[in-house]
Every structure is written in C-alpha cells, then in structure tokens.
C-alpha cells in the first residue's frame, strides 16, 4: 500500500507564497508521474501542475509563471512553490501520484488527503 501524505498548507495574503509538500511511502518501486491538483466547491477537480519522473513539468494556464512543481526522486517527495498568490487560488490542493507499488509490482494511482489554501485579499 502507499500513502501520500501532505504538508504546508494555511493562510496567506494575496501577493504572498506558500510552498507545500508531498511525501509518498510504502512499498515503491517507482513513482512516474506527481501532481498537484486544486478542487473548488462545486467544481471538477483540475491539474493545477504535474511533473514526470525525469523531471518535465506542465502547469495550468492560471498557474504558470507563478507556481514551480519540483521533486525528489530519492524522498519520494513532490513540493509545488506558490508565489504572487491570489484569492482565487483559494480552495483544497490534493497530490497525485503514479506508482509502480507492491511485492508483486503494478502501477496505480493514489491520491493525498488534501490541504487547505486560503489566500486573503
């Protein structure tokens, strides 16, 4: 089994940053593909950036230019760096990840428990 477990999540004021963090553990093989994504009330769930395992990146159009995904592949870590935060950023941000798992290895995907962003305006 894998557990994600996040971190770094709260309040902070529009214009400020916030970074949060991801941390997988269990019986990993391999982790491909992590991912942050955001959900609002009432709304689907969206891809907010995503990064493969050999480090390519792609972000949201609402994202881009603001936010940084990064990772540690040795950690099993996942960290998304939050800059020039806005109220509508406001909402839970789950981490997503793709992982090769088990004693008898097969990929599958696992999702954290979800932090909560609030940015003041």
């Known amino acids: 089994q894998v557990q994600l477990v996040e971190s770094g999540g709260g309040l902070a004021q529009a214009g400020g940053s916030l970074r949060l963090s991801c941390a997988a553990s269990?019986?990993?093989?391999?982790?491909?593909?992590m991912g942050w994504y955001r959900q609002a009330p009432g709304k689907q769930r969206e891809l907010v950036a995503g990064?493969?395992?050999?480090?390519?990146?792609n972000y949201s159009d609402s994202v881009k230019g603001r936010f940084t995904i990064s990772r540690d592949n040795a950690k099993n870590t996942v960290y998304l760096q939050m800059n020039r935060l806005k109220p509508e950023d406001t909402t839970v941000y789950y981490c997503?990840?793709?992982?090769?798992?088990?004693?008898?290895?097969?990929?599958?995907?696992?999702w954290g428990q979800g932090t909560q962003v609030t940015v003041s305006s």
């Open positions: 997503k990840a793709i992982v090769t798992a088990g004693p008898r290895p097969y990929e599958a995907q696992y």
């Open positions: 269990g019986s990993i093989f391999s982790i491909n593909f």
């Open positions: 990064i493969s395992r050999g480090g390519s990146t």
